[in-house]
């Protein structure tokens, strides 16, 4: 790989390849940390606290329970639906102890979207938050499920604390329907059983499955990236490199905060794996929405990296509680799920101090597959170089490599891609079997950096002209008023399409002459969007990611 355009710009230090594994299984990766950082603060989360050798002991009892009580069996599915909270880890470790496969699960899936993702998964047990249980009483005669182990939010927050906690959801704020499930187990019940039983290690090998990660279903209805552990535990190699500038250990923890919601593949992969595995005390955020709440816990920290999605940067930089923040010991900040704008970037770096770099991945890909370094040589508006042992490539339709500064699709190739759907046809997925077709639109420039243009399915075509909605993004968001924005395409009968941007505004003076004038002296007139809306919020997923497809589903109804 040596010979590859982007190794050139590698920071020093960091290798092209990866070597051999350190270890055959997420299970040993979490082992050797929990042993390695037994007293440190592994986890905290609404005011409670664990460290790395509690996590081990509870997921122990936690597989243990799952295997000798529920007798469940290696290689049985598991769904985790809840958000981040310290049972997360405990249930997630525990599981892989097991010898299971986590399915892990949106807790605000409508019953139909749950409906599908645990038939099509074939799950046996599923670990749910009390807010949510409700929603599965609709499907308890059409999904699989044998077992329900429910938690409440403070039931590992330990004390009156976490009694508060759950006394205060349930009857102040009563985020707890009244729900019917046969067979419940209370989470906490688990743990105590479990500690009377011993768990009997199954034998893990590195093909196995470790995680059924379905994809957002943003692009369509949601299919089950099949990681196994050698994905996931290359992955986390790759990183750890890639990391080592901002991980380097010191005399006092360093401090991530998590904001992304663990059931997420760069949340789970990187906060939750790269950061157990590094001996980092991880702030769990349960809801960042709350964009009050989530800056006043950070108040509490001097953090040293956060993890976010753009419009997660960009909300934060735009509450007034943001200047109260202490940045003086934050190393960086890394942007993923979608397009980190520049006008965030460049924003965020003037007031922290600090980089926001961009890097890109999937679900397929366990996720990262490019990044811009942490230190040394970075380009913003690109996602960066490949990881270590990751070939990235671009191609046609007819699945011909392009030369570099060509436009296609993105494709790629290394230990952490997936091996293919749960039980899908993939003779679509890859080309010539080997390279993933990401479904991204791109190219590598001339030292070696990669730039999306945009998802192949949002482009625009106007007057034969290809349009993406990542560029008009960019430009309208680079505005002083505006605040969020997405550009979607609709039928014209003379153009083929036009451009609609739909516009949330940071200063309610804005016009839309103002603002179409701004555009046109920014781009060619084909670009400029024929149609601009106000609105007061846009659609998004739960990790934060506008949701074009919402939009247009919307507009086609109009």
Request: charged share 25%.
């Given at each position: 790989m040596?010979?590859?355009p982007?190794?050139k710009?590698y920071?020093?230090?960091i290798?092209?390849e990866?070597?051999?594994?350190?270890?055959?299984?997420?299970?040993d990766?979490?082992?050797?940390?929990?042993?390695?950082y037994?007293?440190?603060?592994?986890?905290e989360?609404?005011g409670?606290?664990l460290?790395y050798?509690q996590?081990?002991?509870?997921s122990?009892q936690?597989?243990?329970?799952l295997q000798k009580k529920?007798k469940?069996?290696?290689?049985?599915?598991?769904a985790?639906?809840?958000?981040?909270?310290?049972q997360?880890?405990?249930a997630?470790?525990?599981?892989?102890?097991a010898g299971?496969?986590?399915?892990n699960?949106?807790?605000l899936y409508?019953?139909r979207?749950?409906?599908h993702q645990f038939?099509?998964?074939?799950?046996?047990a599923?670990?749910?938050?009390a807010?949510?249980?409700?929603?599965v009483e609709?499907?308890?005669?059409?999904?699989p499920v044998?077992?329900?182990i429910v938690t409440?939010m403070g039931?590992?927050?330990?004390?009156f604390?976490?009694?508060l906690?759950?006394?205060?959801?349930k009857y102040?704020?009563?985020l707890?329907p009244?729900?019917?499930?046969?067979q419940i187990?209370?989470?906490?019940?688990?743990l105590?059983e479990?500690?009377?039983?011993?768990?009997?290690?199954?034998?893990?090998?590195r093909?196995?499955l470790?995680v059924?990660q379905y994809?957002g279903g943003?692009?369509?209805v949601?299919?089950?990236?099949?990681l196994?552990?050698r994905?996931l535990v290359a992955h986390?190699e790759?990183?750890?490199?890639?990391?080592e500038?901002l991980l380097?250990?010191t005399a006092?923890q360093?401090i991530v905060?998590t904001?992304l919601?663990l059931?997420?593949?760069?949340?789970?992969s990187?906060n939750?794996?790269?950061m157990?595995?590094r001996?980092l005390?991880?702030?769990?955020i349960?809801n960042?929405?709350?964009?009050?709440?989530?800056?006043t816990?950070?108040?509490?920290?001097?953090?040293s990296?956060?993890t976010?999605?753009?419009?997660?940067?960009?909300?934060?930089m735009?509450h007034?509680?943001?200047?109260?923040l202490?940045?003086?010991q934050?190393k960086?900040?890394?942007?993923g799920?979608?397009?980190?704008?520049?006008a965030?970037?460049?924003r965020?770096?003037e007031?922290t101090?600090?980089?926001?770099v961009?890097?890109?991945?999937?679900?397929?890909?366990?996720?990262v597959l490019?990044?811009?370094?942490l230190?040394?040589?970075?380009?913003?508006?690109?996602?960066g170089l490949p990881?270590p042992s990751?070939?990235?490539?671009?191609?046609d339709?007819?699945g011909?490599?392009?030369?570099?500064g060509?436009?296609?699709?993105i494709c790629a190739?290394g230990?952490?891609v997936?091996?293919?759907?749960?039980?899908?046809d993939?003779t679509d997925v890859?080309y010539?079997?080997e390279?993933?077709?990401t479904?991204?639109?791109g190219?590598?420039?001339?030292?070696g950096?990669?730039?999306?243009?945009?998802?192949?399915?949002d482009?625009?075509?106007?007057s034969g002209?290809?349009?993406f909605p990542n560029?008009?993004?960019?430009v309208i968001?680079l505005?002083?008023?505006?605040?969020?924005v997405?550009a979607?395409?609709i039928?014209?009968?003379r153009s083929g399409?036009?451009?609609?941007?739909?516009?949330v505004?940071?200063?309610?003076?804005l016009?839309e002459e103002?603002?179409k004038?701004?555009c046109?002296?920014?781009m060619?007139?084909y670009?400029v969007?024929?149609?601009?809306?106000?609105k007061?919020e846009?659609?998004k997923t739960n990790?934060?990611k506008?949701?074009r497809r919402?939009?247009?589903?919307?507009?086609?109804?109009?």
């Amino acid at each position: 790989m040596k010979d590859f355009p982007w190794y050139k710009n590698y920071p020093e230090g960091i290798p092209n390849e990866i070597g051999p594994l350190p270890f055959d299984s997420l299970v040993d990766l979490f082992e050797n940390a929990s042993k390695k950082y037994a007293g440190l603060t592994a986890y905290e989360n609404l005011g409670g606290k664990l460290t790395y050798q509690q996590v081990d002991q509870l997921s122990t009892q936690f597989a243990a329970y799952l295997q000798k009580k529920l007798k469940l069996k290696k290689g049985d599915r598991i769904a985790i639906q809840m958000p981040n909270l310290l049972q997360f880890p405990v249930a997630f470790i525990g599981a892989l102890k097991a010898g299971l496969v986590v399915v892990n699960t949106n807790p605000l899936y409508t019953a139909r979207e749950m409906e599908h993702q645990f038939k099509d998964a074939g799950i046996s047990a599923l670990v749910i938050v009390a807010n949510f249980a409700h929603n599965v009483e609709a499907i308890l005669d059409k999904i699989p499920v044998k077992h329900f182990i429910v938690t409440e939010m403070g039931d590992l927050v330990g004390g009156f604390r976490g009694w508060l906690v759950n006394f205060v959801v349930k009857y102040i704020k009563r985020l707890v329907p009244g729900y019917h499930l046969p067979q419940i187990i209370s989470f906490k019940k688990v743990l105590s059983e479990g500690a009377t039983l011993t768990l009997d290690k199954p034998k893990i090998e590195r093909e196995d499955l470790a995680v059924l990660q379905y994809t957002g279903g943003t692009t369509g209805v949601p299919k089950g990236a099949q990681l196994s552990h050698r994905n996931l535990v290359a992955h986390n190699e790759m990183i750890s490199y890639w990391f080592e500038p901002l991980l380097k250990e010191t005399a006092q923890q360093e401090i991530v905060v998590t904001a992304l919601p663990l059931y997420h593949i760069f949340a789970l992969s990187v906060n939750l794996t790269l950061m157990y595995h590094r001996g980092l005390n991880n702030v769990l955020i349960t809801n960042p929405r709350d964009m009050k709440g989530f800056l006043t816990e950070l108040k509490k920290y001097r953090l040293s990296i956060l993890t976010g999605v753009n419009t997660l940067f960009n909300g934060m930089m735009n509450h007034p509680l943001f200047n109260e923040l202490d940045f003086s010991q934050l190393k960086g900040a890394v942007g993923g799920g979608m397009a980190v704008q520049d006008a965030v970037a460049i924003r965020w770096e003037e007031l922290t101090k600090s980089p926001l770099v961009e890097g890109y991945g999937l679900s397929e890909t366990s996720p990262v597959l490019c990044c811009n370094p942490l230190n040394g040589k970075q380009k913003r508006g690109t996602i960066g170089l490949p990881m270590p042992s990751t070939e990235v490539a671009v191609f046609d339709d007819l699945g011909n490599q392009l030369a570099q500064g060509e436009t296609g699709e993105i494709c790629a190739r290394g230990p952490q891609v997936m091996r293919g759907y749960w039980e899908k046809d993939n003779t679509d997925v890859f080309y010539h079997n080997e390279w993933f077709k990401t479904g991204d639109v791109g190219f590598m420039d001339a030292e070696g950096f990669f730039k999306i243009v945009d998802r192949k399915k949002d482009m625009i075509k106007v007057s034969g002209f290809n349009v993406f909605p990542n560029e008009i993004e960019n430009v309208i968001a680079l505005n002083p008023k505006v605040l969020e924005v997405a550009a979607i395409g609709i039928p014209d009968e003379r153009s083929g399409e036009v451009i609609k941007a739909f516009i949330v505004k940071k200063d309610p003076s804005l016009t839309e002459e103002e603002l179409k004038k701004y555009c046109h002296e920014n781009m060619v007139n084909y670009k400029v969007p024929k149609f601009f809306v106000f609105k007061t919020e846009l659609p998004k997923t739960n990790v934060g990611k506008i949701l074009r497809r919402a939009l247009k589903e919307a507009e086609a109804k109009s």
